[in-house]
């Protein structure tokens, strides 16, 4: 990772990172595996948890012994992630939670549900939150992404990836939506899955 992502997570600070995109096959748990295992690599205590029963990749990359499967496919089950995610956060420093296609909008009602962005609430448990996105041609999801960042702004960091197993360079959609401007107002930090699989390699 370039050198300033370590300060994207303090050690005096616990921190849930999210996936926040859901469109299927542009490497979402390829991503989720990567942040894992770079915070890993950098010696901090990870756990990671996988909603995607139907294509656990994450979990079955990274082992069961650091990323468990949950099940947020009921609005029932969805309740229990503030439990599910307290536990994790109680024995390690980041909870990485992977994103699958079609969750992204229950995702974000959770924590809306539990206030989670609540900044006494953060104060509090001495907690951060990070959105993970990766970035895609789709100008739908490009407007999802961009609504998410106009919605949340600098309540969460943001990290943005860019997949270059897929793309070449940021999207064109991306950059002509204002992305690239908006990234700047929250304060993103832009990587590329190219970067990181450099990075992993070298290890």
Request: net charge negative.
């Amino acid at each position: 990772m370039n050198n300033d992502v370590t300060t994207r997570f303090p050690a005096s600070q616990k921190r849930m990172v999210l996936m926040a995109s859901d469109k299927g096959g542009i490497g979402k748990s390829t991503s989720s595996i990567w942040v894992t295992q770079f915070l890993v690599d950098y010696g901090l205590p990870v756990m990671g948890f996988d909603p995607d029963s139907g294509n656990n990749s994450f979990q079955q990359i990274m082992g069961q012994d650091r990323v468990q499967a949950i099940d947020v496919e009921s609005k029932s089950k969805l309740k229990d992630l503030d439990n599910v995610i307290g536990k994790g956060l109680a024995k390690n420093d980041v909870v990485m939670v992977d994103g699958m296609p079609g969750q992204r909008k229950a995702f974000f009602n959770w924590i809306d549900e539990v206030d989670l962005l609540d900044p006494d609430m953060l104060d509090m448990f001495k907690l951060g939150v990070t959105f993970l996105v990766v970035l895609e041609e789709d100008i739908d999801i490009v407007k999802q992404t961009l609504k998410a960042m106009e919605l949340y702004g600098d309540k969460v960091d943001w990290i943005v990836v860019e997949n270059h197993k897929f793309m070449e360079g940021t999207p064109k959609s991306w950059v002509e939506a204002g992305g690239l401007d908006l990234e700047k107002e929250v304060g993103a930090f832009h990587w590329t899955l190219e970067n990181a699989l450099e990075h992993l390699i070298a290890q």
